[in-house]
T-cell receptor, first 114, second 112 residues
Framework: NAGVTQTPKFQVLKTGQSMTLQCAQD?????MSWYRQDPGMGLRLIHY???????DQGEVPNGYNVSRSTTEDFPLRLLSAAPSQTSVYFC?????????????FGEGSRLTVL | GENVEQHPSTLSVQEGDSAVIKCTYS??????FPWYKQELGKGPQLIID?????GEKKDQRIAVTLNKTAKHFSLHITETQPEDSAVYFC???????????FGDGTTLTVKP
């Protein structure tokens, strides 16, 4: 199993450009989520999904869009990039129907917006 | 919503010493408390977790304690080694939700 795979690992954008961060998991997990990590601020939840066709907002959703058409994939779209979106983005998945909610993270995508 | 505070933000210990990281949470409905370790350039990885019906859990050199009344939980690492150097995150969540609220992280440095 590859686990959670994120692409690209690095990306530089200009202000106003749009792009999609890809996330795929091969563990048949129902739950998938996107976090951003900024220095000294831990991991903050952007959007999450409890299954195909279902998405919801997290703590910092503005400027981002998601969709979940399959169990495996959960792309994160930046509609019009801003310098405040410079961050490291992590996709995570977890299994439904278990008491614990262990998150399995990808290796991250480092985004710089100029 | 849930709020998790983590202390200290940085911790430096000598190899062989113990390290303790503390977290508090605000939502009394939270019932799952994981700890993640993040090495440089990698995603966080679960090292130990505890559920609200348990007061303490150990796994070799790592232990976690939970005080539900006071809404705080702690990570204890004994006999620290240089490979324990990393950023550690605590988190709190309600089981079955698939999402967690994280503390701001503690950078642990173990000096040989």
């Amino acid at each position: 199993n590859a686990g959670v795979t994120q692409t690209p690992k690095f990306q530089v954008l200009k202000t106003g450009q749009s792009m999609t961060l890809q996330c795929a998991q091969d563990m048949n997990h129902e739950y998938m989520s996107w976090y951003r990590q900024d220095p000294g601020m831990g991991l903050r939840l952007i959007h999450y999904s409890v299954g195909a066709g279902i998405t919801d907002q997290g703590e910092v959703p503005n400027g981002y869009n998601v969709s979940r058409s399959t169990t495996e994939d959960f792309p994160l779209r930046l509609l019009s990039a801003a310098p405040s979106q410079t961050s490291v983005y992590f996709c995570a998945s977890s299994q439904q129907g278990v008491v614990t909610g262990e998150l399995f993270f990808g290796e991250g995508s480092r985004l710089t917006v100029l | 919503g849930e709020n998790v505070e983590q202390h200290p933000s940085t911790l430096s210990v000598q190899e062989g010493d113990s390290a303790v990281i503390k977290c508090t949470y605000s939502d009394s409905a939270s019932n799952y408390f994981p700890w993640y370790k993040q090495e440089l350039g990698k995603g966080p990885q679960l090292i130990i977790d505890i559920r609200s019906n348990v007061g303490e859990k150990k796994d070799q050199r790592i232990a976690v304690t939970l005080n539900k009344t006071a809404k705080h939980f702690s990570l204890h690492i004994t006999e620290t080694q240089p490979e324990d150097s990393a950023v550690y995150f605590c988190a709190a969540s309600r089981a079955y939700t698939g999402k967690s609220t994280f503390g701001d992280g503690t950078t642990l440095t173990v000096k040989p």
